[in-house]
C-alpha cells in the first residue's frame, strides 16, 4: 500500500490528504496531520474523496458523434476533429464565434493551457469558468476596494479573531474545514455573528444570529456601519491613513436607522445593535461570506457593502482581521488567477491593457485579441442567437449548474461543434459532438490554488481508466494541432511557464511546494509567499469605500414565496461525483424543497408530499420536506440533482457589474402535485 | 534459541533485517509521507519510528477502508464468482494500541460465524508490535489498559532501548523469524529485560500526567447523564470519529458494475444518518446527538458485552480529528475525577 | 424425509440461534444462486417469487430454514437486501414476498422466470415454533410485514393438530394491498380464524374497515402465544391490546425490520441497543424489546 499526499477536491477549504492506493487502486483516504488547514481533520466528503474514482461510470474512450449516435473513436480522430472544426468555424464566422469554458475542477496548469487555447490558438477572449456563478462580484467588489479578490487572510487566521460575522455562507455544510476553525476561534472567546435567512447550523451554533429577508444585504450592513459610525467604534486613523471616500458613505448610511433596517430587513433593531457592538468592539475581527451574498443580481454591491465594514473598523492587514469570500470549489480561486476569465490574461492583468497584453503576446509568440470576451451566461445567449458556434467544455456541467436549463440546452443543442471534456458522462456530454474523457484528481498532477490563495500540489495516486488522459495533455494537444508550440514534457514544465507569465506566481515551483504550498503573490524564487495580504498598503494604493444604496426588490404577487438554492453537506455541485459515492449518495439520496411548517401548513403539504415549484422562468416537481431551518417565506432546493434541477426555476437575472446571475433569490409558488 | 527468551536487535541491524524479511512478505511500516508517519508498504530506506502513532491505523490492514468481496461475471444467465487471497503481510511498528484494536475485533469479526475476509488476513499477517516508550500528546492506553506495553497478541514485540530493541517473541511465528534471522540477534542481557520495565513504566507515568485520564466503568455510568443533544448540534457529521478509530469495524456493501462487477465492502460511520434509516424513512436514531450517544454505548457497553474487552483502546484519535470541536473526552469530565 | 428434516431444523433453530443450513456457508459473503421458477403479482407493487437453488448441493437450503427467518437477496450489480421468507419450509417451493421500495427490489422485481437471484441464509432467529406447539396462537400482521407471518401460518397448517386455537388477523391500507387473498380459504379450512380489514374503503371491498385491534375486539382470541409483523405503530397498538386480554410480554413475538447489510452480526447496521436484529432477531419478545419499539 502506498500513501500520496494530495489536495481534496471538493471545497476550496484545500484540505491535505493522503489517498490510500493498494494495487494500483485507490482504497481510501485520511486526513493530512501536518497540513495547515486540516490539521488532520476533514469533513466527511474529504474522507471519501476518492471514492468515485474507480467508479464503474468513468468515461474511458474518446466519443464522437456519428450519424446522431455517439460512437468510439480514437483519441488522434477527436482531437483532429476539434482542430479542424473550431479552425473552420474560425474561419467562416471569425474567432469570436468560439469559445473555451475551462473547469475549477481542473488543475491550474490546465486551466492556464485552456485559457492559452482561446487566446492564441482559437484568438478570441471569450473564455470563462464557473467562478462566474460564484465570485465573480468578489472579483470586482473587492477589486475595487481592496484591490484584489483574492481572501486576505489564510483561515487559520481565524483562530485568533475576537468577532467573525459570517454571512450567506452555510459554513459547517459548505466550508466544513473553515468552520471548524471559526468554531474553534468561538470556543477561545470569540463573538460569532451569523446572517442568514435559514437557521443553518452555524445559525445555530451563533452567539447572534440575524435572519433578513433574501436580496436586503445591503441594508443591514449598511445598517450596522451606520451603528458602528454612531457608536464611534470605527478606525479613525486607519480611514485616514488608508482609505478614501469615507465621507460620501458616511453621508449615505445614516438613512439605515436600525429602525429603517428592521422595516427592509426583518431584523430587530436590538439583534442589530447587539451585531454592530461585537463586531466594533473586537480588536480583531473577520467578515466570512461565501455564495449567498454573492449570486444576487445586487452580487456586487453587497461585496463592496462587506468591504466598508471591514475598511471602517481597519480589519484589514493583521492576523485575526480580514474578509473571506469562501471559494465555492477546490480550484476556482486558481482557474481565475490562470486567466481563464474573459477580461484577464493570468495573475489579472487586463487584455484592454495594451502593455500586459503586448507582453503575453511576447511570451506565447503570436497576437491576442484585444477586446473582452463573453461570460458564461453571455456565452448561453450568444449560443443561442447563433453568435456563437463552436464551444470546448471543460468538465463543467452548464446542464445543471446554470440558471434557466431549458435555454441551456436551447443553447447548447443550438452549437455546430461542442467539445466536452469530462470524467463521467453528464447531461452536458449527453449533447456533445466529441467527448474526451480525462483523468480525475487523483490520476494527474499538478497544482490547486485554495480559497486561502494556498498554491499545492496535487500528485497522481492512480492510472486513468482506460484511455482517459490529464486534461493537461489533451490541451497541450489541440494547442499543437492549432499550430502553437506547446511542448511540455510534464505539468511542471506549464508551471514554470505560468511563473514566468504571472506575476502574482513569479517565485512557485514544484520544488517549493512543500506540504504547506505557498500563498500568492509569491513573486520571486525567495519570496516566502503571502499569507495575509494588504499589511502595509493596497495594491491600489488607498483602499476604497463605495456608498452602495440598497436596490429595489421586485416583489410578485403571483409568485409570493422566495426560492433560494445551494448544496448540501453530501453532494458537491452537480453530484456527478458525490452521487457516485456510496455513503454520501445514501445520506441523501433525492432532492427535496425545504417549507418551513408554517408555509407547509397553509399549502396543505407534509413532508414527503410530491409538490410543484413554479418561477416565472420554469417549473418543476419534488418532494417537500419540512424544516424550521428555513423561515416562513422561504424555500429552499439543493441544486445536485439532475431529477429535480433546481435552476429550472432560476432567471438569469444579472448582476450588473459582474455578471453574476441572482440563483439566491427567485420569486416562485407551491402547489401541491395532482 | 528457546521460545521464550528475549533477544536483542542493534539499531543499526533493523533495516537489514526487514530486508531480508521483504524478500518474501510485504513490509508495512511507518514510513515518511511528505513529513508525516503513514503505514505504508517499506521500500527500504528509513523508518518513522520516533513519530508518534499515525493517524490511519494499521488496522486498515485488516479491516481495509474499501475492499473487493468477490467479483461476478455473468455468462448467459448464471454466475461465476471469484475473490482474491488474502496477500502475506508483515506489520511492523504495531502500537499496543492497536494491537489491543485487533483482540477486540477478533471477538467480533473472529467469533461466532467468522467474517472470512478478516479470518483470512489475520492469518496471513505476522505482527511485529512495538511498545511506547515516548507516548503522544492525546493518548490514554494506560486508562484503557491497552498499553503503553503490549501484552500478547504479537508474533514479535520490540521495546526501544536507545542502542537498540529488546525483541520477544509472542508465538511460533515470531519464533521462527527470530531463528531464521538468527545472525541479526544476540541473547538479551537480563538488564535489557529490567530497563524496558523501568521505560514503560515512565512512559505510563507520562501518560497519566498530560493525557485525559478516563475510567472506563466510570464513563460507562456516566454516559446517560451527558446533555448528546447539546453535544450533537456541535457535531459537523464528519464521521472521523468512527472513520479513524481502531476499533470502529461497521461497513456497508455495495455492487459496482452490470452484468459483470463487484461486490465490495467499505467502511461505514453510525454518524450518518443513512446508516441506521429504513425502507419507511423512518430512522431508530433520528438525531445526531442519539447517533453519538449510541457511538459511546457500542464502545463502553455493548462491545464490552460482547468480548469482554472495551470498545475503545486509548488511542486519543477520534479528539484528533473531530471536526465539530466536539469536546469528545471532556463529556465524561465526572468521570475523569 | 426432506419435511421431517425441516421441521427438526425449524423447531431447533427458531427462536435460539442463528438458522444455519447444511449446504450453504453463512460467513461467506458469496451468495448462492437460485433461478426463479415462478411469479405471482400479490399487489400492483407486490410480487412473490418461487426460488430453486441451481446447484445440488445447495438444494437444502430451500427447505432448511424455519418460519421467521430471512435471506440476503443479490441482484448482481445493484446490491444485496435483507427479504424475509414467505414460504412455509414444509412446502417448496422458497418463496419471497418482495415489495417495491427503491433499487434493490425494483431489480428483484425485474427479474424473469429462469432468471438468476444470489441468495444467502438464512438468517435470523425465526418464530420459537417449537415453544409455540401445543398453545392458543395469534398472529397479527399489518401492511408487507405479513410475508414472514404467512410462513408461519402455513407451517402451523400443515401441523394443524400440534397447535390449540390458531387466529389471524391481518390489515392493510386497501383491499388491492392485501396478500395471498387466494389462500385465506386453505387457512379456515385449516380450522384457522381469519380476520381481514383495510384502513380505506373502496368499492370491490365488502368486508371490515378499521385498524387490526377492531378485529381483535370481534375475534376475542384466547391468551396463549402472539406472532406479531408490521409498522410499529401498529406493533404497539396490537401489543397492548394483548397484554390487556391477558396475554404475557414474554409470549408476545415481534418480527423487527432493521437496516441490514451483512445478516451475521458483523456491518452494525442493524444494531437496536444492544442487539443486532439480524442474529439476535429479527423475532424478539415483548419482554424484550417493549421499550425499544
Ligand atoms: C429482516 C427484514 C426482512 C424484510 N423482509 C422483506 C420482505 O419480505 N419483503 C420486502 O419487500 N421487503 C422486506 N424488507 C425490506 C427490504 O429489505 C427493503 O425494502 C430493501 O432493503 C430496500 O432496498 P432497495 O434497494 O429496494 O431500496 P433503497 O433504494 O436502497 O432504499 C430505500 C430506503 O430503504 C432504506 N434501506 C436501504 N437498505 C436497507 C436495508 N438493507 N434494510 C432496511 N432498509 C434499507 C434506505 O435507507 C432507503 O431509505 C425486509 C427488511 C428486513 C430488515
Ligand atoms: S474511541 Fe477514540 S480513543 Fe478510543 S480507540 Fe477509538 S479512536 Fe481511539
Ligand atoms: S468527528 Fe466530531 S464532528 Fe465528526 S462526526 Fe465525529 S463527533 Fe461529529
Ligand atoms: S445486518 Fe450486519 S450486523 Fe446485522
Known amino acids: 500500500m502506498e500513501k500520496i499526499a494530495t489536495i481534496c477536491v471538493y471545497c476550496g477549504c484545500g484540505c491535505g490528504l493522503f489517498l490510500h492506493v493498494e494495487d494500483g487502486r485507490i482504497v481510501g483516504a485520511s486526513p493530512s496531520p501536518a497540513h495547515p488547514v486540516s490539521r488532520g481533520r476533514l469533513c466527511v ?63 491550474n496548469e490546465e486551466n492556464y493551457l485552456l485559457a492559452k487555447l482561446a487566446r492564441a490558438a482559437l484568438k478570441t477572449n471569450n473564455v470563462d469558468h464557473v467562478a462566474r456563478l460564484c465570485h465573480a462580484p468578489s472579483v470586482a467588489g473587492l477589486g475595487f476596494a481592496l484591490g484584489s479578490g483574492g481572501m486576505t487572510n489564510p483561515i487559520r487566521s481565524l483562530l485568533s479573531s475576537g468577532a467573525i460575522l459570517v454571512t450567506g455562507s452555510n459554513t459547517t455544510e459548505q466550508h466544513p474545514l473553515v468552520a471548524a476553525h471559526i468554531l474553534e476561534a468561538q470556543s477561545r472567546g470569540a463573538t460569532l455573528i451569523v446572517v442568514d435567512p435559514r437557521r443553518t447550523q452555524m445559525a445555530q451554533l451563533a452567539d447572534i444570529h440575524l435572519a433578513p429577508r433574501l436580496g436586503t444585504d445591503v441594508s443591514w450592513t449598511n445598517g450596522i456601519l451606520n451603528l458602528i459610525i454612531d457608536l464611534g467604534l470605527v478606525d479613525e486613523d486607519f480611514i485616514i491613513k488608508r482609505t478614501e471616500g469615507f465621507s460620501a458613505l458616511k453621508d449615505l448610511v445614516v438613512q439605515y436607522t436600525p429602525v429603517e433596517v428592521e422595516r427592509i430587513t426583518g431584523i430587530p433593531s436590538g439583534d442589530l445593535e447587539k451585531a454592530a457592538v461585537a463586531f466594533g468592539e473586537a480588536d480583531r475581527a473577520a467578515v466570512v461570506y461565501a455564495m449567498g451574498t454573492t ?101 463543467e456541467n452548464p446542464m445543471i449548474s446554470y440558471p434557466d436549463r431549458d435555454q441551456v440546452m436551447r443553447a447548447l443543442s443550438s452549437l455546430e461543434f461542442l467539445a466536452v471534456a469530462d470524467i463521467f458522462p453528464t447531461e452536458t456530454t449527453a449533447l456533445a459532438d466529441v467527448v474526451l474523457p480525462v483523468a ?63 506575476p502574482s506566481y513569479g517565485g512557485i515551483s514544484y520544488q517549493r511546494l512543500g506540504i504547506s504550498g505557498l500563498s500568492w503573490p509569491c513573486p520571486s524564487r525567495d519570496h516566502p509567499g503571502t499569507e495575509i495580504l494588504h499589511q502595509g498598503s493596497f495594491p491600489i494604493g ?56 408554517a408555509d407547509a401548513a397553509a399549502l396543505g403539504v407534509r413532508s414527503g408530499t410530491m409538490v410543484v415549484v413554479e418561477s416565472a422562468t420554469g417549473s418543476l416537481e419534488i418532494e417537500a420536506r419540512l424544516t424550521e431551518e428555513v423561515p416562513v417565506g422561504t424555500v429552499y432546493i439543493p441544486f445536485h440533482f439532475a431529477e429535480a434541477p433546481a435552476n429550472q426555476l432560476t432567471a438569469r437575472t444579472l448582476d450588473p457589474t459582474s455578471k453574476i446571475p441572482g440563483l439566491k433569490r427567485t420569486p416562485v409558488r407551491i402547489r401541491r402535485a395532482e | ?193 529490567r530497563e524496558k520495565e523501568r521505560l514503560l513504566a515512565l512512559a505510563g507515568e507520562e501518560i497519566i500526567k498530560r493525557g485525559p485520564s478516563l475510567n472506563p466503568e466510570k464513563i460507562r455510568e456516566a454516559i446517560d447523564g451527558v446533555d448528546w443533544e447539546e453535544a450533537g448540534r456541535r457535531c459537523l457529521a464528519c464521521g472521523g470519529c468512527s472513520l479513524v478509530c481502531p476499533v470502529c469495524h461497521c461497513f456497508s456493501v455495495l455492487d459496482q458494475g452490470v452484468p459483470d462487477g463487484e461486490r465490495l465492502r467499505c467502511r461505514d460511520t453510525c454518524i450518518l444518518s443513512g446508516f441506521s434509516r429504513m425502507t419507511s424513512g423512518a430512522n431508530p436514531r433520528p438525531a445526531l446527538g442519539e447517533r453519538l450517544r449510541h457511538w459511546y454505548l457500542d464502545k463502553f457497553v455493548y462491545i464490552p458485552e460482547k468480548t469482554g474487552l472495551f470498545g475503545c483502546v486509548g488511542c486519543g484519535r477520534c479528539s484528533r480529528v473531530c471536526l465539530g470541536e466536539v469536546d469528545r473526552w471532556s463529556l465524561f469530565k465526572e468521570a475523569a475525577e | 424425509m426432506k419435511m421431517d428434516r425441516s421441521k427438526k431444523e425449524a423447531d431447533a433453530n427458531g427462536g435460539t440461534k442463528i438458522g444455519r443450513a447444511a449446504g ?80 434493490i427490489t425494483q431489480g428483484i422485481m425485474a427479474a424473469r422466470v429462469g432468471d438468476v437471484l444470489g441468495i444467502r441464509g438464512p438468517f435470523g432467529n425465526g418464530f420459537p415454533v417449537g415453544s409455540m406447539r401445543g398453545k392458543n396462537v395469534l398472529i397479527a400482521g399489518g401492511g408487507s410485514g405479513f410475508a414472514t407471518l404467512r410462513s408461519l401460518i402455513n407451517y402451523i397448517a400443515d401441523d ?24 385465506y380459504g386453505s387457512w379456515q379450512a385449516a380450522k384457522i380464524e381469519v380476520g381481514i380489514t383495510v384502513d380505506m374503503m373502496d368499492a370491490s371491498w365488502k368486508g371490515n374497515v378499521g385498524l387490526v385491534t377492531s378485529l381483535l375486539a370481534d375475534l376475542d382470541p384466547v391468551p396463549g402465544t402472539a406472532a406479531l409483523c408490521g409498522p410499529p405503530m401498529m406493533i404497539r397498538a396490537v401489543a397492548r391490546d394483548l397484554l390487556g386480554r391477558g396475554f404475557i410480554e414474554p409470549e408476545i413475538y415481534i418480527s423487527l425490520e432493521r437496516h441490514m447489510k451483512c445478516g451475521v452480526g458483523k456491518c452494525e447496521h442493524c444494531t437496536m441497543g444492544r442487539y443486532h436484529v439480524c442474529t439476535n432477531g429479527p423475532i424478539f419478545s415483548y419482554d424484550v424489546v417493549g421499550d425499544l419499539i
Open chain 1, 45 to 107: 466528503k474529504g474522507w471519501l474523496a476518492a471514492d468515485f474514482v474507480h467508479h464503474p461510470d468513468r468515461l474511458k474512450t474518446p466519443l464522437v458523434r456519428k450519424g446522431g449516435r455517439m460512437v468510439r473513436g480514437s483519441w488522434d480522430e477527436v482531437l483532429s476533429l476539434t482542430a479542424r472544426r473550431f479552425k473552420e468555424i474560425r474561419e467562416e464566422s471569425g474567432p469570436d464565434a468560439l469559445a473555451v469554458l475551462t473547469s475549477a475542477k481542473g488543475t
Open chain 1, 295 to 395: 449570486q444576487h443580481s445586487c452580487g456586487t454591491d453587497n461585496v463592496l457593502a462587506l468591504a466598508n465594514l471591514v475598511l471602517a473598523t481597519g480589519n484589514v492587514g493583521r492576523d485575526g482581521t480580514g474578509i473571506y469570500p469562501l471559494r465555492g470549489h477546490q480550484n476556482v480561486q486558481g482557474a481565475c488567477d490562470m486567466g481563464a476569465l474573459p477580461s484577464v490574461y493570468p495573475g489579472y492583468q487586463k487584455v484592454e491593457d495594451p502593455a500586459a497584453r503586448e507582453r503575453m503576446e511576447a511570451a506565447w509568440g503570436t497576437d491576442l485579441p484585444a477586446e473582452p470576451g463573453l461570460t458564461a451566461v453571455e456565452m448561453m445567449e450568444a449560443a443561442e442567437e447563433g453568435r456563437l458556434k463552436g464551444v470546448y467544455i471543460s468538465g
Open chain 1, 440 to 502: 480525475s484528481f487523483a490520476e494527474k498532477d499538478g497544482t490547486f490554488t485554495s480559497t486561502e490563495r494556498r498554491v499545492q500540489r496535487v500528485r497522481r495516486a492512480a492510472s486513468p481508466p482506460g484511455e482517459a488522459r490529464p486534461e493537461v495533455e489533451v490541451a497541450a494537444d489541440l494547442l499543437r494541432r492549432l499550430g502553437v508550440d506547446a511542448d511540455y514534457a510534464s505539468p511542471e514544465e506549464v508551471m514554470a511557464e505560468i511563473s514566468s507569465v504571472t
Open chain 1, 542 to 597: 488607498r483602499g476604497r469605500f463605495s456608498a452602495v444604496e440598497q436596490q429595489e426588490l421586485a416583489e410578485d404577487l403571483d409568485y409570493p414565496l422566495l426560492l433560494t438554492t445551494g448544496r448540501s453537506l453530501f453532494h458537491f455541485h452537480t453530484g456527478t461525483m458525490t452521487r457516485r459515492t456510496h455513503l454520501l449518495d445514501r445520506e441523501r439520496p433525492k432532492a427535496a424543497v425545504d417549507i418551513n411548517p
Open chain 2, 1 to 193: 534459541m528457546t521460545g521464550t527468551s528475549a533477544f536483542f536487535l542493534r539499531r543499526e541491524d533493523l533495516v537489514p533485517l526487514l530486508e531480508e524479511l521483504a524478500e518474501t512478505l510485504e513490509v508495512v511500516a511507518p514510513v515518511l509521507v511528505e513529513g508525516e508517519a503513514a503505514f505504508a508498504t517499506w521500500r527500504g530506506g528509513a523508518l518513522a519510528l520516533d513519530d508518534k502513532n499515525p493517524l490511519a491505523s494499521p488496522m486498515e490492514f485488516f479491516l481495509p477502508k474499501k475492499e473487493v468481496l468477490f467479483r461476478y461475471v455473468q455468462y448467459s444467465g448464471r454466475y461465476t464468482f471469484s475473490e482474491d487471497p488474502p496477500r502475506a503481510r508483515l506489520i511492523f511498528g504495531m502500537r499496543p494500541c492497536d494491537l489491543q484494536a485487533l483482540k477486540v475485533i477478533d471477538g467480533i469479526f473472529g467469533a461466532e460465524l467468522p467474517d472470512i475476509p478478516y479470518a483470512g488476513r489475520r492469518r496471513s499477517t505476522i505482527i511485529v508490535a512495538l511498545n511506547c516508550t515516548s507516548p503522544g500528546e492525546g493518548c490514554f492506553c494506560r486508562s484503557m489498559g491497552s498499553g503503553p506495553g503490549a501484552e500478547g497478541g504479537y508474533d514479535l514485540l520490540l521495546t526501544d532501548l536507545g542502542r537498540g530493541y529488546l525483541v520477544e517473541p509472542g508465538s511460533p511465528a515470531g519464533v521462527y523469524i527470530l531463528r531464521a534471522h538468527q545472525r541479526h540477534f544476540e541473547e538479551a542481557d537480563p538488564e535489557d529485560q
Open chain 3, 24 to 103: 450453504a456457508k453463512p460467513e461467506s459473503y458469496l451468495p448462492i444462486q437460485a433461478e426463479v421458477v415462478d411469479i405471482d403479482v400479490e399487489s400492483s407493487n407486490t410480487y412473490l417469487l418461487s426460488l430453486r437453488p441451481m446447484d445440488e448441493e445447495d438444494e437444502l437450503v430451500a427447505v432448511n430454514y424455519s418460519p421467521g427467518q430471512f435471506l440476503m437477496v443479490s441482484v448482481f450489480g445493484l446490491g444485496e437486501c435483507p427479504i424475509s421468507i414467505a414460504s412455509s419450509p414444509t412446502r417448496e417451493p422458497l418463496q419471497i414476498c418482495v415489495r417495491e421500495a427503491g433499487k
Open chain 3, 160 to 183: 394443524r393438530r400440534d397447535f390449540r386455537d390458531v387466529t389471524v388477523v391481518y390489515g392493510a391500507r386497501t383491499s388491492q394491498d392485501l396478500y395471498f387473498t387466494s389462500e
